[in-house]
């Protein structure tokens, strides 16, 4: 939730706002990051550095509007159907497609590479948005169709983003068929492929859906923690080398977590994620070959689309 108020930092940790208001959005805060659990009073108060009178006072006016529920039983507190209604008002706000094309714009200006938009829809991934690449010789993609979690960075990086258990249900359910030459068809090779992704924050494509295209992505998170799907970059294959998909990958996963954010998801201790680095800047590389020069190279060289 990060609420920003002003805090006195003690050296035991507490926190202890300066304003009453502010005093009110640190509970909210905490309960917020303490639920389901209930806390009672006392946590509270020690969690936060304040009186226990005082965070008493604060508990007893959320819980006359709703936004607190007290268990007369365990006498502890959670958050009630007043922060419900807020945080569903919230979200019906958040417009997913707006926040994030503005980070596929800043992507396409840094690299001049096709940015897309992909979301989760069950077993299935489908692309939603793109911005495409300034050069004439670009990828594109149909806005709309369908695809596998498995072919290409963009599935990958939505499949490596669920629970184990969910993506052994969808190997035990579907079979891995090649799309290209270069897809896995292997369920160990699958498995090692997905280990590496969440290890490094994008999943990377070498033709594994289109052949010629290679792509970076990561995948983009709810408040909830829910994947709704997946931010890529992607282009001819010759365009892209190893170290420049290494810097793409690294642009993207930062945009990734930049819209995660911005949604509202907040990575939680227990989730085993690395804790942000300072990215490198990638300017914009242009093609340092003509035109021409591409129209000369292999048909599997100049992809036009991707469908």
Request: charged share 20%.
């Amino acid at each position: 939730m990060g609420i920003s108020v002003p805090v006195t930092e003690p050296e035991d940790g507490h926190r202890y706002t300066t304003s009453g208001l502010g005093r009110a959005l640190a509970v909210i805060d905490l309960l917020a990051e303490r639920s389901p659990e209930m806390i009672g009073v006392s946590t509270v108060a020690r969690e936060l550095n304040l009186p226990k009178a005082v965070a008493h006072r604060i508990l007893k006016e959320l819980t006359a509007n709703q936004f607190v529920t007290f268990d007369e039983g365990t006498r502890r507190y959670r958050l009630g159907p007043g922060a419900l209604a807020v945080g569903l008002a919230a979200l019906r706000a958040i417009d997913v497609q707006a926040i994030t094309n503005r980070h596929m714009r800043r992507l396409v200006e840094a690299t001049g590479e096709t940015a897309t938009l992909s979301m989760r829809q069950g077993w299935v991934r489908v692309y939603t948005d793109q911005v495409l690449s300034p050069h004439e010789i670009r990828m594109s993609v149909t806005l709309g169709s369908r695809h596998s979690l498995v072919a290409g960075s963009s599935s990958k990086a939505i499949l490596a983003a669920l629970p184990d258990s969910e993506i052994a249900e969808y190997l035990a359910t579907h079979e891995l068929v090649s799309v290209t030459a270069a897809t896995i068809t292997s369920v160990e090779q699958l498995w090692a492929d997905l280990r590496v992704v969440r290890e490094q924050g994008y999943a990377v494509s070498r033709g594994e859906r289109q052949a010629g295209a290679a792509s970076v992505a990561a995948a983009i998170r709810l408040a909830s923690g829910e994947v709704y799907g997946s931010l890529s970059l992607c282009g001819p294959q010759d365009r892209f080398s190893s170290q420049l998909l290494a810097e793409y990958g690294e642009l993207v996963a930062d945009a990734a977590r930049q819209v995660s954010a911005e949604l509202g998801y907040q990575p939680a201790a227990a989730d085993g994620a690395p804790e942000p680095v300072e990215r490198k800047r990638v300017t914009r590389r242009q093609a340092t070959r003509s035109v021409a020069d591409h129209a000369a190279t292999s048909s599997a060289e100049v992809v036009v689309s991707q469908k």
